[in-house]
């Protein structure tokens, strides 16, 4: 499915059509026997060790499936081929996406969330769209991107040449290529002169696990080949940064060697699944992460090429994916398959852009739901067993400064699906992006755009073509809560764990080694939370006592003794590395939180009172910026964007308030805004509800008239 460029029924604005479609081009051989098929022996036995190879199973073997082939890397052999509706060849013909056209639109954010829906703040109107739609599907000009992906033979080429270039760097196109291996090339933009290339590295966790054998081994890598440090991201993965050209074979295919994988964490494909990160033994929390572990499986690539480049076809270890997960991927029953491709789902083309789900529990929001291309909800009957699941689509946090066609946005309720039927719904929704997601313009390529320009229900009704049935009405959820599961909790098996705060994500020095001997001496599995910090699970009670001062002593405080600031607040690496950084977020974060506090003491507001802090070096929100209380953006050398209106359970988008803050004044913003609030709040109410109740015109008037707190009292 996906090569034909397929009419779309008019827009609920008129005057305006969606069009979408992609090349299959690909040269193929079979694969030799014995080549890239994999086997395992394993000695893991415990409960946990079983959740732990599944995970694993979700991104290393989740790469190698039925559908393996084996490609041909001569880039000058090629034959492109298209495929109908129903997944038939057909003739060569040139394909692409149409653009929208400019499309007024109400928008606004969810104030506070409900059982089926929520409700909308308005702010504004924005326009969607850059340009008309051009009438001639023939006339599209797909992206540069776009023409890459399809030369590369499924990721190979030229990556596989640059790589045993003598030169530091990877040109243009494999710099392309490289993420969906899991990796970015950066330069560090404090040294002057020369750029001096480095490579940073991602690693792809589903739900945030990761094997003791991995951890110790993204442990060592840093050391030796990094910069002496580990990265927690607001993904649930590892970055690991620093990485010379000439070590990144090396680095790579010790992850994999090591129950780890890179594969898919970057690119334009499904990236970390997220879910719960606590290893509760509860019938909802291992069901979502099992789930979050079979969408890894379903959607990772399958061409064989990341084995290819990194470990030579060599036969490492690999472990039967789940039966369901294979049959969901072969069904093309409804036209969603490329037919004896090596990639099934994405085809040569794969998806526009980059695509983010998340798994969770009723109630839990610690995986930031709304934020995701897909929110898949786990729901439980009376009995507390998982029947099926709510989905939400069409989140997104990246937007460019100045350009009001693109912004972030909320997920909105699709439906409900039995638990026997998810693999089939999330396929049917990444073909329907797939198929009809902008390849013309990659600032409007996300999932969010196509749903904010068709409406929901039209989005529902083409998912629904792809999914074979009608989805079920949504169930009704509780509350969302923020969880961040520090500290000490009983897993529900006569076991502990730990949930170990690290500001920033950011371990190296002391608590770096600390954590590794920890881990090390009693043979400890951790996971990954979405906010940055480590869980140590399966902990015996015996340990609990040695464990806490081995901590204290290496300052991973006890969060009872950790800022309440310092515990929700989240950054992006930002400078020196990231290309895309306009100013300091991980550097910036912690003097920031303490001006913070010491603006909330000089106003009278107490220790035990926090607000959701998040700052980011550019407008893309990494770290999800758009759903803090308080959000720093940067727009500039030491300049921020400040946005309002996030609240503590993240379900409300901010807006921005105020543009070009500089550093050294956000306390002339923030303490009006903190007074205003301390003085004039109702019982309870969060900041993030404080400032949509009052509105921005209200509050910018406060600013303006600010004299100082004297006045205030």
């Given amino acids: 499915m996906g090569g034909s460029i397929r009419d779309q029924e008019p827009l609920t604005v008129a005057g305006a059509k969606n069009r979408g479609g992609h090349?299959?081009?690909?040269?193929?051989?079979?694969?030799?026997?014995?080549?890239?098929?994999?086997?395992?022996?394993?000695?893991?036995?415990?409960?946990?060790?079983?959740?732990?190879?599944?995970?694993?199973?979700?991104?290393?073997?989740?790469?190698?499936?039925?559908?393996n082939r084996a490609l041909l890397t001569e880039k000058d052999v090629q034959v492109q081929r298209t495929h109908t509706n129903r997944g038939q060849s057909s003739a060569p013909t040139i394909t692409g996406t149409c653009q929208v056209g400019q499309l007024p639109r109400q928008r606004g954010e969810a104030e506070t969330p409900t059982s089926n829906q929520l409700p909308r703040v308005d702010r504004g109107r924005r326009l969607l769209g850059p340009a008309p739609l051009k009438k001639d599907?023939?006339?599209?000009?797909?992206?540069?991107?776009?023409?890459?992906?399809?030369?590369?033979?499924?990721?190979?080429?030229?990556?596989?040449?640059?790589?045993?270039?003598?030169?530091?760097?990877?040109?243009?196109?494999?710099?392309?290529?490289?993420?969906?291996?899991?990796?970015?090339?950066?330069?560090?933009?404090?040294?002057?002169?020369?750029?001096?290339?480095?490579?940073?590295?991602?690693?792809?966790?589903?739900?945030?696990?990761?094997?003791?054998?991995?951890?110790?081994a993204m442990d060592t890598l840093a050391d030796e080949f990094g910069i002496g440090t580990l990265r927690l991201t607001t993904r649930q993965t590892f970055q690991l940064h620093g990485v010379l050209k000439k070590n990144l074979k090396h680095v790579i295919s010790t992850v994999i060697k090591n129950m780890g994988s890179t594969l898919g964490a970057c690119g334009d494909l499904n990236r970390n699944v997220l879910a719960p990160a606590a290893p509760y033994v509860r019938k909802d929390i291992l069901f979502a992460q099992e789930t979050a572990e079979n969408i890894a499986a379903l959607l990772a690539p399958q061409s064989g090429a990341y084995y290819d480049l990194w470990v030579d076809g060599e036969k490492i270890m690999s472990a039967e994916e789940p039966p369901e997960v294979t049959k969901a991927r072969n069904d093309n029953s409804h036209g969603t398959n490329f037919p004896d491709s090596p990639e099934p789902i994405?085809?040569?083309?794969?998806?526009?852009?980059?695509?983010?789900?998340?798994?969770?529990?009723?109630?839990?929001?610690?995986?930031?739901?709304?934020?995701?291309?897909?929110?898949?909800?786990?729901v439980s009957d009376s009995a507390g067993e998982p029947v099926g699941f709510n989905l939400y689509v069409?989140?997104?946090?990246?937007?460019?400064?100045?350009?009001?066609?693109?912004?972030?946005?909320?997920?909105?309720?699709?439906?409900?699906?039995?638990?026997?039927?998810?693999?089939?719904?999330?396929?049917?929704?990444?073909?329907t992006q797939r198929e009809n997601g902008r390849r013309d313009d990659r600032r409007y390529s996300r999932m969010k755009y196509l749903i904010d320009s068709w409406g929901i229900d039209k989005f529902r009704a083409e998912v629904e073509k792809y999914y074979g049935k009608k989805f079920e009405d949504f169930h009704p959820l509780p509350e969302w809560q923020f969880n961040s599961y520090l500290g000490w909790q009983e897993q529900g098996d006569g076991k502990l764990f730990y949930g170990v705060h690290v500001d920033n994500g950011r371990l190296g020095g002391q608590a770096k080694k600390t954590l590794r001997e920890i881990i090390e001496k009693y043979s400890l599995d951790v996971s990954i939370t979405p906010n940055q910090n480590l869980i140590l699970c399966g902990v015996d009670q015996a340990w609990?006592?040695?464990?806490?001062?081995?901590?204290?002593?290496?300052?991973?405080?006890?969060?009872?003794?950790?800022?309440?600031?310092?515990?929700?607040?989240?950054?992006?690496?930002?400078?020196?590395?990231?290309?895309?950084?306009?100013?300091?977020?991980?550097?910036?974060?912690?003097?920031?939180?303490?001006?913070?506090?010491?603006?909330?003491?000089?106003?009278?507001?107490?220790?035990?009172?926090?607000?959701v802090v998040r700052i980011t070096g550019c407008p893309n929100g990494c770290a999800r910026p758009y759903m803090a209380e308080v959000g720093f953006v940067g727009d500039g050398p030491n300049s921020y964007q400040i946005w309002l209106g996030g609240t503590p359970?993240?379900?409300?988008?901010?807006?921005?308030?105020?543009?070009?803050?500089?550093?050294?004044?956000?306390?002339?913003?923030?303490?009006?805004?903190?007074?205003?609030?301390?003085?004039?709040?109702?019982?309870?109410?969060?900041?993030?509800?404080?400032?949509?109740?009052?509105?921005?015109e209200q509050l910018k008037e406060v600013v303006n008239k600010w004299e100082g707190s004297a006045s205030a009292a």
């Fill in 544 to 611: 609990r006592e040695p464990i806490t001062a081995a901590l204290a002593q290496a300052g991973l405080l006890e969060p009872k003794d950790v800022d309440l600031l310092n515990i929700t607040s989240m950054a992006c690496p930002a400078l020196p590395l990231c290309p895309l950084a306009q100013t300091e977020a991980e550097r910036g974060i912690l003097p920031i939180l303490k001006r913070i506090r010491a603006v909330f003491n000089k106003v009278g507001i107490k220790d035990e009172e926090s607000v």
């Fill in 137 to 216: 599907a023939k006339e599209v000009k797909r992206s540069k991107v776009e023409i890459i992906k399809e030369k590369s033979n499924f990721l190979r080429y030229p990556l596989n040449e640059e790589l045993v270039s003598e030169a530091p760097n990877v040109n243009e196109t494999a710099v392309q290529l490289i993420k969906f291996h899991g990796s970015y090339q950066q330069s560090d933009r404090e040294v002057r002169g020369q750029k001096n290339y480095s490579f940073m590295l991602r690693t792809k966790n589903p739900s945030g696990k990761v094997p003791n054998q991995t951890y110790l």
């Fill in 394 to 431: 069409g989140g997104g946090m990246g937007r460019t400064h100045r350009i009001e066609t693109t912004f972030p946005r909320l997920a909105d309720p699709l439906g409900y699906v039995p638990k026997e039927d998810i693999l089939y719904a999330i396929k049917a929704i990444v073909v």
């Fill in 346 to 378: 994405y085809g040569t083309q794969y998806l526009p852009r980059k695509f983010k789900i998340a798994v969770t529990v009723a109630g839990d929001n610690s995986v930031d739901i709304l934020t995701n291309d897909i929110g898949v909800v786990v």
């Fill in 23 to 67: 090349t299959g081009r690909a040269t193929e051989r079979k694969i030799r026997p014995g080549e890239t098929r994999w086997s395992l022996i394993s000695s893991l036995t415990s409960h946990r060790a079983v959740r732990l190879l599944r995970a694993f199973t979700a991104v290393v073997v989740g790469g190698i499936g039925e559908s």
């Fill in 649 to 696: 359970n993240q379900t409300t988008l901010a807006e921005t308030f105020m543009n070009k803050v500089k550093l050294q004044d956000i306390e002339k913003v923030l303490e009006p805004l903190f007074s205003y609030w301390n003085s004039t709040r109702q019982e309870g109410e969060s900041f993030g509800s404080f400032t949509n109740r009052m509105g921005f």
